[in-house]
């Protein structure tokens, strides 16, 4: 079959099912919204087309401007021509600016107040006008329950914990979120006024609404409590408080949604919210996606954001994923990232399909720092260059990393960051979606630590392997959340329970790493006990030590050593199903040990040996591939680009982030992508460089002399 008919071969998903494979041609991305699946010689893989439809800005800037009642002048030297100029200098193309602050000051003249009490001007008009002027789009901040002053002037509008207390500050205390409760109705009408006050007066872009959502998923203030009274329930039962927070939550959205739709034509509505409730339960009424993810403050860290975006990415919205120039997070004044640790953050936002959001802090005076707006103009000026090569570009997925169906707050994420650490460090492209979401339309499925799949779910996991997909189950991950037994009986895996020893050791033969001797790997985390029979093999077995370290029984400095090897397999593999027995998620996030990559390593290779990008590229190198279709107006050809991130870091003490400020470039880079592609010519975008190629099986292979930050390569058909 000809490599050209290949690429447009696909199979259509129709519901939970898969349709017989039909032929496209290969404008249809461009003129269809139905996305596709495809397969065939090549890895089967995922396009999304509907991301062809996002004409979102690319470099947006997040200018926090909190002042307090301390902070006695407000724009004392502002000038409009002067911040609107600075934003050309910085390539900014789109910016959230101040309409009323954390504080719950106003920063223009509304009938409502309190207007900050050190601003004589409005500054929120002259700023939309500078913006206006220079074609940067413009965004309005308001903060919703975290406000100061109404927390102080209306207490019966605060959240109230079972004691009765609220989240004000104690005697000495400094303010925090103040939790305002969205189940009263004359807060969210006072919002509501508010919000309708500046969207009607200014001509903006967009109503930017921050902390949208309950500080916790219970209330026991009066009105909470006589709103779940009225429905005959119980107000003290935890369930019954999440439901009715949840309710208060959507319908705020719901109701801020259609009062910014209607008071301006074509302005959209921005919610900077985690939420108690699941992303896919509130995605039909949002406008876009914000992804709040600055990686130096360690409440994130740098893989939070890249969990999160292949998440949200799924839901047909344009996602805007943040970082900032800070070193280390919000109103960090002084601190100030080079243009190569941004350079580096915002390619690897880009080549996940993802926008550009970076916080920057404005100083009380109005003044836009000219040295953060020279970082940003290097480091957004890479980005505008790039965009041609971003614009309605799409990611090609070939995996897909389940995660619970549960609210945010419920999910310990770093064992999903583990995860996620792993795959991008073995240049696997994925998503990641909930369990009933669309997931059969990949090649590879990764079950991880701690989600144990339903009976649906199991059904289809049973369906899709017999299909001849591909399944890795890490640890609890083969065990039913219904009747808590293995789901993998017959595959062979059978699961016994949960090792006693913490840790438990991994048991490995001659070779098993390259040319190493036999060795005992620590555990970490604990293991679980899984027997393994026809047709399944076993990898690698459970080791114990002889003892647990406890006051009773203790040996040496720290855990006791390896004692003995069980009959219980910690790495199996069944066909196209693999078995880690093991949380390895959650202990690669603690940990970072190598040999639990080298398992999981294995099991890839066993389960899908053919990957869309096989590459010679070190572990510290992000790569993603993404599809343009082809765009007569832009006089552009059907690609598809593959991204490279350098991620170099420097060495780091325990307190202070990662810093990628001293890049070693990468040599010599080999990138096999494995998709056959016929008649193509391949150039590097940065450098311009046309490179030579060469078929080599299914794909495409060439070698990239050198990449600094990040370089993509273009394949053009």
């Known amino acids: 079959m000809k490599s050209t008919v290949n690429r447009r071969q696909f199979l259509a998903t129709v519901g939970m099912g898969v349709a017989a494979a039909q032929v496209l041609p290969s404008n249809a991305f461009s003129e269809s919204n139905t996305p596709a699946v495809f397969s065939g010689e090549s890895p089967k893989f995922w396009i999304d087309n509907r991301f062809a439809n996002f004409k979102t800005p690319w470099r947006k800037v997040h200018l926090d401007f909190h002042n307090s009642k301390h902070v006695s002048k407000i724009g004392a030297k502002f000038n409009t021509d002067q911040w609107g100029d600075q934003l050309i200098a910085g390539n900014v193309d789109s910016i959230v600016v101040f309409a009323k602050d954390m504080h719950g000051y106003f920063y223009y003249p509304s009938q409502f107040g309190p207007v900050h009490p050190g601003l004589s001007f409005d500054l929120l008009g002259e700023q939309v006008k500078a913006c206006r002027e220079r074609n940067i789009a413009v965004y309005a901040y308001y903060c919703t329950a975290w406000d100061n002053y109404l927390a102080d002037t209306h207490p019966e509008w605060n959240m109230k914990r079972k004691d009765g207390s609220d989240w004000r500050p104690k005697a000495g205390e400094t303010p925090g979120w103040t939790a305002l409760c969205l189940g009263n109705k004359d807060f969210v009408d006072l919002m509501a006024s508010h919000i309708q006050e500046f969207v009607a007066r200014y001509e903006l872009d967009g109503a930017w609404l921050d902390m949208a959502e309950p500080i916790v998923p219970e209330c026991y203030c009066n009105e909470c409590v006589r709103q779940i009274k009225a429905i005959g329930k119980d107000p003290l039962d935890k369930e019954v408080q999440r439901a009715h927070q949840n309710k208060n939550f959507l319908d705020f959205h719901v109701r801020m949604r259609d009062l910014v739709h209607n008071t301006r034509k074509n302005c959209q509505i921005d919610f900077n919210d985690i939420g108690i409730g699941r992303v896919s339960e509130r995605a039909g009424i949002l406008d876009n996606i914000d992804i709040e993810a600055l990686p130096t403050d360690p409440q994130w860290g740098y893989f939070f954001a890249p969990l999160h975006l292949r998440y949200q990415r799924n839901f047909g919205l ?92 419920r999910i310990r994420q770093q064992y999903l960051m583990g995860i996620t650490k792993l795959m991008i460090e073995m240049h696997i492209q994925f998503d990641a979606l909930e369990p009933e979401m669309e997931w059969e339309r990949y090649g590879l499925v990764v079950i991880p630590d701690e989600l144990m799949p339903d009976e649906q779910t199991i059904n289809r996991l049973h369906l899709f392997i017999e299909k001849g997909g591909s399944v890795i189950v890490c640890h609890n991950g083969g065990i039913s959340k219904e009747t808590s037994k293995s789901w993998l009986e017959k595959y062979g895996l059978m699961q016994q329970g949960q090792s006693p020893f913490k840790p438990a050791y991994l048991v490995a033969d001659d070779n098993f790493v390259s040319d190493m001797p036999g060795y005992a790997y620590a555990l970490y985390g604990g293991a679980s006990q899984w027997k393994v029979q026809s047709p399944a093999r076993s990898l690698a077995l459970l080791g114990e030590p002889l003892f647990n370290r406890s006051a009773e029984h203790y040996t040496s400095h720290k855990q006791s050593p390896f004692d003995h090897v069980t009959d219980y397999s910690v790495a199996a593999v069944s066909g196209k199903t693999g078995l880690l027995g093991f949380p390895v998620g959650q202990t690669y996030f603690d940990k970072g040990y190598w040999i639990y990559r080298e398992v999981f390593s294995k099991l890839v290779k066993e389960v899908l040996p053919n990957r869309l990008i096989e590459t010679n590229a070190p572990l510290n190198t992000e790569i993603t591939v993404t599809y343009q279709p082809a765009n007569s107006e832009e006089k552009r050809p059907e690609r598809y680009l593959v991204h490279i991130i350098n991620w170099s870091s420097t060495r780091k003490t325990p307190q202070h982030p990662e810093v990628h400020e001293d890049p070693v470039p990468l040599s010599d880079i080999r990138i096999k992508l494995n998709i056959p592609l016929g008649n193509v010519s391949v150039k590097t975008v940065f450098s311009g460089e046309k490179l030579n190629h060469r078929q080599v099986e299914s794909g495409i292979e060439v070698n990239v002399p050198k990449i600094a930050i990040n370089e993509i390569l273009c394949f053009e058909i």
């Open 318 to 409: 344009p996602v805007f994923g943040m970082t900032g120039r800070f070193v280390s997070s919000w109103a960090d004044f002084g601190g100030l990232k080079l243009p190569q640790q941004l350079d580096v953050e915002l390619a690897s936002l880009v080549a996940n399909s993802t926008r550009c959001d970076v916080g920057d802090q404005m100083p009380p005076n109005g003044v836009l720092d000219p040295a953060v707006y020279h970082v940003l103009g290097k480091s957004f000026g890479r980005i505008k260059k790039t965009e041609p090569w971003l614009r309605q570009a799409s990611p090609v997925t070939e995996a897909v990393l389940l995660i619970p169906n549960e609210p945010l707050d």
